[in-house]
């Protein structure tokens, strides 16, 4: 154990400050709030992003990157998308000066384990965002039952949004992809089932079956079965081979194997996820890509018109030709393997591999024929607040939950559906808790621009900017009948972590604030 000495504790920080400190080659971050010092990592356990130029709420430390939050006073991971705890360190107050003793004291990693003589057992159906927290959560809250999660595919939980990033372009290796081990599902007795796939759940005898006829008895029940890709069944020539979507791991290396042999690609439609494929195949594989898509501007719907221009112009001058206001009638093939696509234009596009993002819908067929209260359009599972369905020992999470009022919201985010697992874990528990408390962020990285959006915005009377899009530079906020809905930014990494801060208390915003670009959001969350 080694003792480092940082300085007088009445003038080394201020009230609520945060400042980094290098101690034996590891990033510390120190802390005041409420008059005591708290000392962690600086480095937040899901990227590795600097806490230090995050945004600080009471004990709450917010990251800058991704927003995954954590108490400072013990470390505990209090939002995701980390897994972790940050290492803590012993702090003391010596004669006047503040000492920070190394190495850590806390384990950073859940435990949690089952005791044989608890008789209940949880079952999550999905193996993504929401069932991976939910799984991590029962766990870290000491839930000593039976955890039975159920996945469809055949890869251990896995980091999607790395999929159209970082390993599409080649940058992130396969191994960095699951999100846990083996291993570490089995030394917290969490039984992970592969390759298997639900058939029909009886909510009478409270049992689940599955295709490979199992039936499996459950006290309380999670639905985190997440979305399948649309397709194009009925366009003519959809059934040739080099025709993809991107949904899992396996998706993902057939894209890789397909521009490994042929460089002409087209990507169907101007999604995130199209979009995110376009700049990573044409980025990091050399790939020369056509985007088809009906809208005139890209994201115009749901990030603004101004917004959408600036990653249609970085992408066109990065050599990505768009064909927008325009779709696809066919497809026409060589040897049964996609050659042209053919749009409604007239215009011909020679490709060797074609992917196709526009859009998801729920993966709930295997409730076609139960009894739970789904949405008529889309069969989403209907929830409350709590993610609780209408049958009170069954739970819905991530892209197939639907939630609050009228016809309800339904988020398609990787963030929010880890929220889902844990916000649901916590009530099956009869802990409590509710969507209300928690707020909607995403990510994503086109180029070499990487947008940050905290809310949830599906309509706006206008956007107020600060700064400018064509500069990447910037923050939008998305405002209805004067109330701050949402904001989304380029370049201003704090000021988007203090909005969402902002928007979970419900603290009253103006318009003229949101104009005043010398209003400090940072110091106004921090309150």
Request: glycine residues 10%; proline residues 4%; aromatic residues 8%.
């Amino acid at each position: 154990m080694a003792e480092h000495k940082l300085g007088q504790a009445d003038t080394l920080l201020q009230e609520g400050q945060m400042r980094r400190f290098d101690l034996e080659d590891k990033p510390v971050l120190l802390a005041r709030v409420n008059g005591q010092y708290y000392a962690t990592s600086d480095k937040c356990t899901h990227y590795g992003g600097p806490l230090h130029e995050g945004a600080l709420r009471g004990y709450t430390v917010m990251c800058p990157w991704h927003h995954a939050c954590f108490n400072v006073r013990s470390g505990e991971r209090v939002e995701p998308p980390a897994l972790n705890d940050l290492p803590h360190y012993p702090l003391r107050i010596d004669n006047g000066s503040v000492i920070v003793t190394l190495p850590h004291d806390n384990e950073t990693n859940p435990q949690g384990k089952a005791d044989p003589a608890v008789k209940e057992t949880i079952v999550i159906v999905g193996g993504g965002a929401a069932g991976n927290a939910a799984a991590e959560t029962l766990r870290r809250e000491k839930f000593a039952g039976k955890i039975i999660m159920l996945s469809a595919v055949a890869d251990l939980p896995i980091d999607r949004p790395n999929l159209s990033k970082d390993y599409l372009d080649g940058h992130a290796k396969p191994e960095w992809m699951p999100l846990r081990s083996e291993k570490w599902y089995a030394e917290r007795d969490i039984e992970l089932r592969l390759n298997t796939r639900v058939t029909g759940i009886d909510f009478t005898a409270h049992t689940v079956s599955t295709a490979q006829g199992d039936s499996l008895h459950y006290g309380k029940l999670l639905l985190a079965t997440g979305a399948v890709a649309r397709q194009l069944r009925n366009t003519p020539g959809a059934d040739l081979s080099g025709i993809y979507t991107l949904r899992s791991l396996a998706d993902a290396d057939a894209i890789i194997q397909a521009v490994q042999q042929g460089k002409r690609g087209v990507v169907i439609g101007s999604s995130f996820i199209g979009l995110e494929v376009t700049a990573a195949l044409a980025g990091g594989r050399g790939a020369s890509i056509s985007v088809v898509a009906p809208e005139t501007v890209p994201f115009e719907h749901t990030l603004g018109e101004e917004i959408g221009r600036m990653f249609q112009r970085e992408h066109e001058a990065n050599g990505v030709q768009f064909h927008l206001g325009d779709g696809v009638t066919g497809f026409t093939g060589v040897n049964r393997a996609v050659a042209k696509v053919q749009l409604k234009s007239g215009k011909t596009l020679d490709a060797d591999f074609v992917v196709v993002g526009i859009g998801v819908v729920p993966a709930t067929d295997f409730l076609n024929a139960s009894s739970l209260n789904v949405d008529e359009k889309d069969h989403s599972v209907r929830v409350n607040s709590h993610l609780q369905s209408s049958q009170p020992d069954v739970f819905a999470a991530g892209d197939i939950a639907r939630w609050g009022e009228g016809g309800g919201t339904r988020i398609e985010h990787w963030r929010l559906a880890e929220q889902h697992g844990i916000i649901a874990a916590y009530n099956m528990l009869g802990s409590g808790d509710d969507m209300d408390a928690h707020v909607p962020f995403f990510w994503t990285t086109q180029w070499h621009i990487t947008l940050n959006y905290v809310g949830h915005a599906a309509q706006w009377d206008e956007i107020i900017y600060r700064g400018s899009p064509e500069a990447k530079k910037f923050i939008a906020f998305y405002v209805k009948e004067g109330q701050l809905l949402a904001a989304a930014g380029c370049g201003h990494d704090q000021e988007l972590d203090a909005l969402e801060f902002i928007l979970q208390a419900k603290l009253p915003l103006s318009v003229g604030q949101m104009r005043d670009s010398d209003f400090s959001l940072v110091e106004y969350a921090a309150k």
